[in-house]
């Protein structure tokens, strides 16, 4: 995923964007942040299975018991790396921006170019 700041400025029929900021985010990292964050922490405290469908659940993640038991198996088994986009509750994607930014290239899959510099 390509993610581009700018700044936008309208004159008569025209428009001007100044971009700020450019970044790049690998697709192992474009899962919801709060969300992995939570998983990674539950993971890390010895969850079970049980522990990471009530997990889905209590956050009203899509899906029946079956795809969320067969969803927490593949965290079991696979683990989680953690996103940096955010979900809606309409489910929409969108990206926190600012939070990628500040990240200064200091995460693998996630590189920043400021434009400002």
């Not at 985010?25 to 899962?31: C, L, N, Q, V």
């Not at 919801?32 to 209590?58: H, Q, S």
């Not at 696979?78 to 290239?105: D, E, K, P």
């Amino acid at each position: 995923m390509l993610v581009l700041v700018y700044d936008k400025k309208d004159s008569n029929s025209t428009s001007r964007l100044e971009f700020l900021n450019c970044t790049f985010i690998s697709k192992e990292r474009t899962s919801d942040f709060t969300t992995t964050k939570r998983l990674v922490e539950m993971l890390k405290d010895g969850a079970i299975k049980e522990d990471i469908v009530a997990y889905f659940m209590d956050k009203n993640m899509p899906g029946d018991e079956i795809t969320l038991e067969q969803l927490a198996d593949e965290v079991l088994e696979h683990g989680i790396t953690q996103g940096y986009l955010t979900i809606s509750n309409a489910l929409q994607w969108r990206l926190q921006y600012q939070r990628v930014i500040t990240l200064s290239n200091s995460v693998d899959g996630v590189v920043n170019y400021d434009y400002k510099k």
